[in-house]
């Protein structure tokens, strides 16, 4: 069984801050995404990664697929109360599967 | 509407009874993917249909649930002698059915069985 594992669990910090989240899996995908989910919505698509060692910037969000494709990173500077949301990484594991991999999700609290 | 829709977008529910959940995938997308959710948690998958191949039943958690997506579109999935572990978000997505691309989701159906 292919699994996510995210870290933290829970984060609260104050606004201003920087945070790191961190998704791994001892598996290799062939992309992964990252979902940003507020209170009583879906999750919504925020980047895909495909390369090894990729690297995305979305404004305050940096976003990296590791070298070996099997753990990726959300970076934010200076967060805001907007931030506020459950992150979620999703995996391609390719094949002939189409289903992503969900990770089991970072509580981000950003207090103002 | 251009998003994917879901209802009801509550529901309370007797223990053992039946429930049904609906969802609307975005006009077009050919994959329609059913997750849980737990409060605060990632998402389980449930269940895939992909065009008119066979569905991909692999992550129901036992013979209560079903699914049905009829005519390549709108998807019920049912919920037999509903438990109350069975309380949860229920997630509709849609996509153009490649697992690399974006799943666009509905805002779910809370279940609460009591």
């Known amino acids: 069984t292919q699994l996510l594992e995210q870290s933290p669990q829970f984060l609260s910090i104050q606004e201003g801050e920087n945070l790191t989240v961190y998704c791994n899996s001892s598996s290799v995908f062939s992309s992964l995404q990252w979902y940003r989910q507020e209170p009583g919505e879906g999750p919504v698509l925020l980047v895909t990664v495909v390369t090894g060692g990729e690297v995305k910037k979305l404004k305050r969000l940096t976003f990296q697929f590791g070298d070996a494709r099997k753990d990726s990173s959300l970076h934010i500077t200076a967060a805001q109360p907007g931030d506020t949301g459950l992150y979620l990484c999703a995996a391609d594991p390719g094949g002939a599967t189409n289903k992503l991999i969900f990770g089991t999700g970072t509580l981000l609290a950003v207090q103002p | 509407g251009a998003g994917v829709s879901q209802s009801p977008s509550n529901k309370v529910t007797e223990k053992g009874k039946d429930v049904e959940l609906r969802c609307d995938p975005i006009s077009g997308h050919t994959a329609l993917y059913w997750y849980r959710q737990s409060l605060g948690q990632g998402l389980e998958f449930l269940i895939y249909?992909?065009?008119?191949?066979?569905?991909?039943k692999s992550g129901l958690p036992s013979d209560r649930f079903s699914a049905e997506r009829t005519g390549g579109s709108v998807s019920t999935l049912t919920i037999q002698r509903t438990q109350q572990e069975d309380s949860a978000v229920y997630l509709c997505?849609?996509?153009?059915?490649?697992?690399?691309?974006?799943?666009?989701f509905g805002p779910g159906t809370r279940l609460t069985v009591t």
């Open positions: 249909f992909q065009g008119n191949s066979a569905p991909d």
């Open positions: 997505a849609s996509s153009y059915g490649l697992a690399g691309v974006e799943q666009y």
